[in-house]
DNA sequence: GTGTGTGAATGTCTTCACAGCT
DNA sequence: AGCTGTGAAGACATTCACACAC
């Protein structure tokens, strides 16, 4: 959700939905797994549950990448494996680069499930000279001075900033200047760049105020079930299904499951 | 989004959308940077440029709490600030625990941006016995053995996974009969909760392996203009507005910060 | 004149339900 | 018989465009 969008306003062809990629890598995670167990295949049902989405789903989505199941048995799990990595173009070797090495940097570098999929923390910089040749976790920090020579000698073009605020965009400026186009801010700013460039964004306090934003109604209805209370909802917890969160923005993102 | 929905499953009355709803912080972030600098009013126009979104979408979304613009004028920065804390719930203290104080966990106790929206964290929980009383961000981390009584002392219903993902399910059954509703999950892992729970999540490899599928994309469209290349597009980049990214999901899904 | 508020139109995503392949 | 793949229906979200209030 961020700001607008810049990908395909409303590709067709081998379009993809959006909706839909945001839920493969959650897909790849399962069958990663079941993969680990040497299961060999596995149907909608099941993968659909794993992954914490409903059947119909999955098999619409996996309806646009090509038909890969058995009809009256199922998908066969290394290939589908195969299959959703190199549409996610994880058969390729993504180097990235951390900006803003505080905490968050930090926690960021020392991620493990970033390497396990292609992605390649190439390089951290930070604006702070202290920090400069400091390794963490076992990369050195180099100053920011060099980002352009960094992102252009290492062929870096996705960027992750979690610097403060303030710095983000200028940050983002240089790193698109110097070749980058993809952009993953943590920084809880607003982020303009030229048409071309991908960002997402990921807002910790964001995520928060919609789960307070829920909490309030759940408080407000135990307290007047009658629907007349502060927040007053009066919804009708119509037979439905017994599923659970959701993920917010545009994308939407998909996010839990059920018992 | 993920999977169904617990939150009404299509309630009308007050009921928001949910892709307002995760509108909303946006809106009251770009607004408390008005406020700050003292801006009286701001038209529907300027503050969609400045939350990243644009103006048909930002009134569609107000008209949902009501009428609180001046026709010809704008809006009464003040008062929307106002009104949109107290649609959020941010009128109101939200005591939070973090269970997990590794990397990410410390980065999120740490975070300011927390505090400075009604969020308090009311508790660090750790499962390593080395960390019990250790200060992180000037708060002491307790064990987990006490997590039931800790949640219940401070009456949490909001609370943090950044715990490794096996621990993730089990700390969150905890949490969940200890009586927290509301969860946001750091760890890569599909989180069961029972009916009337809301989980949103945030994987930072998720929007990575996103982040390289349209990467992926461009790539192949240099390459291979006729589409024809690898990942054959074939897309038609349509005129469009000059925003930028989106976020997902899932829209949308998003959550961090800064360090 | 200016900019909000909103019905109507359009576009996207999800769910249904079943035909068709194994 | 079983489970995928998909048209068609429905729900939801965004955008348009303009009447109306200031």
Redesign the interface.
Known sequence: ???????????????IP??T??R???Y???LTALSERSVPTVSSEELAA?????SAKLRKDFSYLGSYGTRGVGYDVEYLVYQIS?????T?D?P?VIV?????????A??G??A????RVAALIDADPAMAGKPVAGIPVQHSDDLEKIIQDNGV??GV?????GA?QPVCDRLVAAGV????????T?????????????????????????????AGEEAHPD?TGP????????G????????????????????
């Open positions: 959700m961020a700001t607008g969008r810049t990908h395909r306003p409303a590709t067709r062809s081998r379009g959006e909706a990629v945001a493969l890598p959650l790849l995670r399962a794993a992954a914490g989405v409903n190199r549409e996610l173009g994880l390729q993504w990235v803003g090495i505080g905490n968050l940097g930090a926690a960021l020392n991620y499930g970033f396990s999929r292609g992605f073009s996705i900033i979690a610097t403060p605020a983000a186009t993809s952009i993953l801010n943590f920084a809880p607003v982020l303009s760049v030229p048409e071309g460039v991908d960002v997402r964004k990921v807002d910790l306090s964001i995520e928060l105020q919609i789960l307070a934003f829920h909490e309030q109604r759940k629907g927040a007053a909802v009066t919804r009708e917890e119509s439905d299904s017994a599923e659970s969160a959701d993920q917010g923005p545009d994308g939407d993102v998909p996010a839990v499951m059920p018992a």
